[in-house]
């Protein structure tokens, strides 16, 4: 990665060394940050001391940094996804007792679908999601919906652009697209048998507000076998419940 | 609030803006924010312009300003608490089948409990908490688990300083404190009845990971009555499941 101009603002480099954190390496240390920024080492170095200072990372004995627990703190406590989220919440939970392995909820932000909330089973099957974790539009059961009931000129723009395939059965031409939004627009779900795993069958339906405009995506992540089939009415059950019990103020994420 | 000096800098200032955002008011106006934080409304503005443009922050279409989702992503997917939080999930949500109300998951931070993650019924008694919500250590039951065993300095520091009282039963002299936390430390668990508000109960057990360090406190918040009884163990039994479900590596909050 090249090393950015001089005037590039203080928060500009503070976001690319949140960023420099992933899931699966949520430790790092300050010279694998200034790698992985492009920063030099002493301008890495200066800018963890000052966002460990704030608590936003936190730094232990062996030097070692980590994102700090008032990063995540100022990020949820006013979180604009955390009313639509605890008001899900009871019913991804029964929706989780009745059909058990993965549920899920996730909303649009810009061009992907992002997770807000997982419940998990110990044996579920294999599922690429995770909280705060993205998924391309064309590749998800959430994302389908999403995007079914999306902006039209985010419509235009995933038809446009190429679609990665995860599987032989992911959704990869404008032509399938376009028909596979027209289906769920009418069925009420997206139905995506092996289209990010061969062994996993991705459900989905859309979360309405009061006013019937589609906040978020309600899933499971099933077994790809027939019995699964039971799940899109447990869904669609589950998710007029949310809305029953959404408060009336617009959500916004 | 007095306005800083120009000298504070661009890290401390954009804290200080995420920060006027409360659970009770998670949108803003940016005037209410300059007013809040101490800043020009210039300086506000500005920064609150730089800060969306990264999406750390959000505005809408009036200007109303919200804590973006970009923050909420960065901060949650590499959270240094995300393994202890997916690893007590399930075992939470057993509690929660079982006992009903709040099950909620407490770490300690700084003279504090914060919670990671909250399972409330609709009807649940009444209860203070929330995700990413504080709690004093000497009012809640989650705070005298965490405080009975950590470290001997903070033990000092909580004995030493004044105690904030909610109830009459809240815990507010020092020798009380001592009893109750070698009390917790030998019985294994924390029995708070009208601690925070008269009508509930909050009772606490640690959750200690594999070598056994107490890394977290797993409690449930229910009616303060005498049925509440069989709570105990049920929470001991949840609490030993998360244990043995912990990955080794040490976890850090």
Redesign the interface.
């Known amino acids: 990665m090249a090393r950015k101009p001089t005037g590039e ?4 480099r ?2 690319r060394i ?2 420099a ?3 699966e ?3 790092l240390q300050v010279s694998e940050i200034a790698r992985r920024t492009g920063l030099h080492l002493a301008t890495a170095s200066r800018l963890v001391a ?2 460990a200072a ?1 608590g ?1 990372l ?1 730094r ?1 004995d062996d030097r070692r940094v ?4 008032r ?12 009313t639509l989220r ?1 008001t899900a ?2 019913f991804m ?1 029964d929706v ?2 009745v059909v058990g392995h993965h549920v899920q909820l996730g ?1 649009l ?1 810009g061009d992907e679908v ?1 997770f807000l909330e997982r ?4 044996k579920g099957v294999i599922n690429y999601t ?5 998924l391309p539009l064309h590749a998800s059961s959430s994302g389908l919906v999403l995007l079914a009931h999306g902006p039209a000129d985010l419509r235009d723009r995933i038809l446009a652009a190429p679609m990665q395939a995860y599987t032989a059965n992911t959704i990869t031409t404008s032509a399938r697209l376009r028909r596979a939004l027209a289906d769920i627009r009418k069925q009420g779900f997206a139905w995506c048998p092996g289209h990010i795993h061969e062994e996993a069958l991705g459900v989905a339906v859309p979360v309405r507000d009061a006013r019937g405009t589609v906040v978020a995506a309600l899933s499971v992540i099933v077994p790809n076998t027939a019995e699964s089939r039971a799940v899109t009415g447990i869904l669609m059950t589950a998710a007029r419940g949310v809305t029953r019990s959404l408060p009336p103020s617009p959500l ?2």
Chains 1, 2 share one sequence.
């Open positions: 603002s203080v928060l500009a503070a976001v949140f960023e954190f992933t899931p390496e949520p430790v000052e966002l704030h936003l936190a232990d980590r994102i700090g627990v990063l995540w703190e100022l990020a949820l406590r006013a979180s604009p996804t955390a605890d919440m009871p939970e989780h007792a909303v932000d992002i419940l998990s089973a110990p995770r909280i705060a974790g993205r916004i994420h």
